[in-house]
């Protein structure tokens, strides 16, 4: 495959934006512009969001390549409301947009200004280890960003990305909303795929066999606390996510990747992810990597029709992190 690719998750990208923009009102986000001349939208600080917004914000963070939904579900019966995603290029809309892979920080103390970024206008930068491992590399003159954030970028934030991504600052859109907010837990908590991916990585299975991939996790109720809104958001998937991809290649690879990808395979699981979280003292870095893992596992070898089923939803430990 050449650099380019002929998909722009920008372009598809700066199309939603387009969408959200114009449906602002009945959304409940903000629009602005900053002293740069970037777009700044705000789905859940000053702005109250919606469940709405947070729909249109997956689906931006996807690059357009994803369909987010929102049903209802009896796999998780006291929580039905439940999160779906689809995406027939599940590696470039999970990994080379949606993965909230690039962090942004600027100044010291209280101050200081940092911030998880997801979206499309990474595949321009590029600057995370991950893309060593992608062969996807974006062209577009726009780039857009969701940040895990309750403040948009200050100004040098702004430009060092612009200068990255290679646009003009007024060709940026950011669109912030922190995790306390619904919209924020909604385009969180619908990464149940993108987290099975990401793992899938990590297990050195080769990226270009997985050719489908669905998810779901219950949408987890917003919390006004940080930490335990994150807890709610990683529970969501921990516990009662479920992915199902579709791969080529040999059934027994299929079925060693089903096998190593569920949550309960952690030495850290069993436990709400606020408790393991103030367990490792607030060091992410000090949690088993493997947690971070959708709950139950369906692995489809397309070659032979074989499907490897593995792991379950823990209802009780759902309860005992959104109750």
């Known amino acids: 495959m ?45 702005s109250s969001g919606s469940i709405a917004a947070g729909l249109r914000l997956a689906e931006i963070c996807m690059g357009g390549l994803g369909t987010v939904a929102l049903a209802a579900s009896a796999a998780t019966p006291r929580w039905p409301w439940t999160l779906t995603t689809q995406s027939s290029n599940p590696v470039t809309a999970c990994l080379a947009s949606q993965y909230a892979g690039w962090r942004l920080k600027h100044g010291e103390g209280k101050d200081a200004f940092l911030a998880l970024a997801s979206g499309p206008g990474r595949a321009l930068a590029r600057k995370e280890p991950l893309f060593e491992s992608l062969d996807y590399r974006d062209v577009a003159t726009t780039a ?52 099975a991916l990401h793992k899938a990585h990590e297990l050195k299975f080769p990226l270009d066999r997985i050719v489908e991939g669905l ?33 080529t290649g040999a059934a027994a690879d299929a079925r060693s990747l089903a096998e190593q990808l569920p949550s309960e395979r952690s030495r850290d699981y069993g436990r709400p992810f606020v408790d393991v979280f103030k367990r490792a003292k607030g060091d992410f870095y000090a949690i088993d990597p493997m947690l971070f ?12 029709g074989e499907s490897f089923h593995t792991g379950h939803v823990d209802l009780s430990l759902l309860d005992a992190s959104f109750a």
């Open 144 to 195: 857009t960003f969701v940040l895990e954030s309750p403040r948009p970028p200050p100004p040098p934030i702004v430009r060092k990305v612009a200068d990255d991504c290679g646009v003009a600052p007024e060709h940026l859109t950011f669109i912030y909303a922190p995790t306390q907010s619904l919209a924020g837990s909604v385009q969180i908590t619908a990464r149940a795929l993108e987290v």
């Open 2 to 46: 050449s650099d380019a690719s002929p998909i722009s998750v920008n372009a598809a990208a700066a199309r939603l934006v387009e969408r959200l923009k114009a449906d602002a009102a009945e959304l409940k986000v903000g629009i602005a512009r900053g002293s740069l001349g970037e777009t700044l939208i705000d789905a859940g600080r000053n």
């Open 215 to 247: 998810g779901a996790a219950p949408l987890a109720p917003p919390h006004p606390d940080l930490v335990t809104a994150m807890g709610r958001t990683n529970d969501a998937i921990i516990y009662a996510g479920r992915v199902h991809l579709f791969v």
């Open 293 to 304: 893992s959708p709950a139950e596992v369906i692995v489809t070898a397309l070659g032979t």
